[in-house]
């Protein structure tokens, strides 16, 4: 074999190089189906991997959801830091929270980032998810508070208006809105002028 062909030939995928492609996929299929309509096996079948592999590398399915889960909300959480620090000068200014808002917005773009948790907090009734959900919330909403020194009405404010965003783009509201006045006004309203990374590629 030359040296050049040798070169070609391709690398063995490390452990970790394997564990995220795994949850890459699973990150996919569990934003299609949720947490009770995704298998093991189709998150085997995105990866391109097998069954008993996927079981093997995170033991269950809960075991699996709950970390694709919580990589997306820390990367929510990661998102805020940057702008917590400006709002922190001055808690009341609605400008400053309104550019901490869009720093969330940019995240729409990652559509499938925005269902994974939004599934998360609906699977309450499986206990570790529920838990997990719960205790997800309490540290955004701490994040929030803390580091701003905000009101609690404020930090209720900004979460609420994330969760309508995430409910919006859940239904697919925004590339719906031109059969539907209504619609449109509160998709405009909501995502201003976030609202083309709203929209983006709905297949």
Known sequence: M??????E?????SAEARRELVLS?????FARGGFHGTSTDAVAKEAGVSQPYVVRMFGTKANLFREVFAHAIGR????FEPALDRVAEDPENEELWARMGATYTE???DRDLLLVMMHGFAAGSTPEIG???RDWMSKIYTQIRSRTGCTPEHARTFIANGMLLNTLVAMEAPQH???????AELSVCAFGNSLAAAVGDSD
């Open 2 to 7: 030359s040296t050049a062909e040798k070169s």
């Open 9 to 13: 030939k391709p690398t063995r995928m």
């Open 25 to 29: 996929a699973a990150t996919r299929a």
């Open 76 to 79: 929510i959480m990661d998102a």
């Open 107 to 109: 995240l729409l773009a």
């Open 131 to 133: 838990a997990q959900a």
């Open 177 to 183: 809105a031109d059969r539907d006045p209504a619609l």
